[in-house]
């Protein structure tokens, strides 16, 4: 395959999801407060750590309703609208804590800030889906995926360098650059949101999953059952790739002793550098998949990316190991958005944005909980071929969900055609 036919469906993608790129680019390079908090928490403001944690469990904990608020807005005012207004308002949060005295208010600012900050991913999500078809939805989220990561990749090195000496210009640096992203959708990108017209004439003429509905949102979510399960499966994904930030670090230490952070810092950087060398490369390679089989391909590689680490005595079987589920990481991120979107009505986007990350996140928040109550019992090394065999029956149920949902829409055809 030529060079340049692996980049092909990026040159066609519209040029506001390229706007959106560089927006996402300059919100997450300024992404300096939250990964700091707890640091930020217990060294600056002098916080127990039980306090600490609380507080750094308040902020996690905000943005479900910020999800929610913003998931129902985004539908019924625009994305646009809402974006706008909540990351300026979460910038002006975060700014505020430069401003006060007591330490105390400075918490509950940052919970304010994060929920807004949660009100925007609905917004941002149904705004790329009002911008793309499915032909090209692929190549759009793994470049605003990407888009992420080389801010991530950035943000954090720089915030590093300021926090001892400049810790006021981490702040004020996370507030410009969102403010920034803002200008960036407000003077060049128009309002996304179907109007009525639109809406109509999906009702009468859509037959996709993208038809839009009347209702509420849990009566359009019911209607698509094996959307549902597939979130489902999707959170047990989640709990699966939690693990590179709880129980790995863990066996590192266990295996390398004092070099046990610093070779975890190394296996993350080595993680950012895949993501940024190979997403578009990856995705091209995959774009004729369907998205369901490429998500459980990524089951694939988490199963023997994380399993591997069972055996892995070395600094090199790490890294082969997090090579595998890095790839893993970029196919389930870029195609489980794109299937949510593509059985998402286009009334109900940002509503099921906000609920759909909800469920997933569980994976993310009872993961380690679950982890280290299972590595007080058996150990930390043998959590590896659980995960194994956890990520093949992921991969192998995402799987079934493909089988069942294509031959119920090969059904579906035949009865159309013997109809007409």
């Not at 129902?72 to 005295?101: E, N, P």
């Not at 640096?173 to 803002?182: E, M, N, Q, R």
Request: aromatic residues 16%; positive net charge; glycine residues 6%.
């Amino acid at each position: 395959m030529k060079i340049k036919n692996l980049f092909k469906d990026y040159t066609k993608l519209p040029r506001v999801i390229f706007i959106l790129f560089l927006a996402q680019i300059i919100q997450s390079i300024g992404n300096f407060v939250f990964p700091f908090l707890t640091i930020f928490l217990t060294k600056t403001l002098m916080f127990s750590e039980q306090k600490a944690g609380f507080y750094v469990m308040m902020a996690t904990a905000a943005k479900v309703p910020g999800l929610l608020l913003g998931g129902k807005l985004s539908d019924v005012f625009g994305r646009k609208k809402v974006f706008v207004i909540f990351s300026s308002l979460s910038a002006l949060f975060i700014f505020s804590c430069l401003l006060m005295s007591k330490k105390e208010i400075i918490p509950w600012l940052l919970a304010l800030s994060a929920m807004f900050t949660g009100a925007n991913y609905p917004a941002m999500k149904a705004m790329v889906a009002d911008l793309t078809n499915p032909d090209n939805r692929k190549a759009a989220f793994s470049l605003l995926y990407l888009g992420i990561n080389i801010g991530f990749a950035i943000g954090p090195l720089i915030a590093g360098f300021l926090y001892n000496n400049y810790l006021n210009l981490i702040f004020l640096g996370d507030a410009l650059s969102t403010l920034v992203s803002v200008l960036l959708v407000f003077f060049l990108i128009e309002e996304s949101m179907p109007d009525q017209a639109s809406i109509n004439n999906s009702i009468i003429s859509d037959e996709s999953n993208e038809k839009a509905e009347q209702g509420s949102v849990y009566r359009a979510l019911i209607s698509r059952p094996y959307l549902i399960i597939f979130t489902l499966i999707f959170t047990l994904y989640s709990f699966i790739y939690v693990q590179n930030e709880f129980t790995l670090p863990i066996q590192m230490i266990k295996i390398f002793g004092e070099k046990g952070p610093q070779y975890y810092g190394t296996i993350m950087t080595i993680n950012g550098i895949v993501v940024i060398l190979l997403t578009m490369i990856i995705i091209s390679l995959t774009r004729k998949i369907e998205p369901i089989l490429n998500v459980a391909l990524a089951g694939i590689l988490y199963a023997f990316g994380f399993g591997m680490i069972y055996f892995s005595t070395n600094l090199f079987l790490f890294a082969i190991s997090t090579i595998l589920w890095t790839l893993g990481e970029i196919i389930a991120s870029t195609y489980s958005d794109v299937y949510i979107i593509n059985h998402t009505p286009i009334t109900h986007r940002g509503r099921f944005s906000a609920i759909i990350h909800i469920l997933i996140g569980f994976g993310f928040i009872f993961g380690p909980y679950l982890s280290g109550i299972f590595i007080s019992h058996y150990q930390v090394g043998n959590i590896w071929p659980l995960i194994f065999i956890l990520s093949i029956f992921a991969s192998f149920l995402m799987y079934l969900v493909y089988y069942f949902e294509n031959k119920q829409g090969i059904s579906e055809k035949r009865k159309n055609i013997l109809v007409d």
